[in-house]
């Protein structure tokens, strides 16, 4: 079974600097894709960055992207030119590519808490 | 609809009872999942839909969780006989397929507070 790993509870940034949160995964698959999903006190799971295990190119959107080593096995966030609107819980989550259905659900890791400070 | 509604927000109920929580997703979303989260922890799969076809029900914890899908739009989760370790946030997800690298659009949950 996929599991995803956050090995940082909380994390802390200073308003414009940079963080960069962890995420590792175990899977005996080589086709799958990756999330980051973003968690305000809303409650919503908003999509923050996906990757696709079969690209080597790393992901980008806007100030958020990912470094995705894959023979590592690990998938990490990085926010450039942190805004106070950045904090949030941020979950890791990892989909299976092998076909539809259930085995198509999200398996996510358990979160990091990301405060920043003004 | 704009994006996937649940409803209530919030529901307390005592021990025992019965409750229900509604998902309506996206206009022509034909999955739609429902997860758990505990305080403190990752999102639970508890039941996929695929539009008409069964549910995949592999993650329901117990038999007093159920869940319906009516004319594969509106979702309801029941639980019955509700104890404290049901409380958590019920998060629904819907996506237009359910197959290949995409994101789903989630709700912003209902959570449950048995005393």
């Known amino acids: 079974a996929q599991t995803v790993t956050q090995s940082q509870p909380e994390m802390s940034v200073q308003e414009a600097e940079t963080v960069t ?22 409650r919503q799971m908003i999509l923050v960055i996906r ?13 958020f992207s990912v470094n995705f080593q894959k023979a590592a096995k690990s998938f990490s966030l990085k926010i450039s030119d942190s805004q106070l609107g950045d904090a949030a819980m941020y979950f890791c989550a990892y989909r299976s590519g092998l076909g539809g259905g259930s085995q198509g659900n999200l398996i996510f890791g358990k979160g990091t808490k990301l405060s920043v400070k003004p | ?18 409750v229900e929580l ?23 799969f508890l039941i996929y839909f695929q539009g008409n076809s069964a549910p995949d029900k592999s993650g329901l914890p117990s038999d007093r969780f159920s869940a319906e899908r009516t004319g594969g ?43």
């Open chain 1, 21 to 42: 949160l962890s995420c590792t995964y175990d899977t005996s698959e080589s086709d799958y894709y990756l999330f980051w999903y973003k968690q305000p006190p809303s």
């Open chain 1, 51 to 63: 990757q696709e295990a079969y690209k080597q190119q790393n992901a980008t959107e806007n100030r």
């Open chain 2, 1 to 18: 609809g704009a994006g996937v509604s649940q409803s209530p927000s919030n529901k307390v109920t005592e021990k025992g009872k019965d």
């Open chain 2, 22 to 44: 509604r998902c309506d997703p996206i206009s022509g979303h034909t999955a739609l999942y429902w997860y758990r989260q505990s305080l403190g922890q990752g999102l639970e």
């Open chain 2, 73 to 115: 739009s509106v979702s309801t989760l029941t639980i019955q006989r509700t104890q404290q370790e049901d409380s958590a946030v019920y998060l629904c997800a819907s996506s237009l397929v359910s197959e290949g690298g995409y994101g789903y659009t989630f709700g912003s949950g209902t959570r449950l507070t048995v005393v």
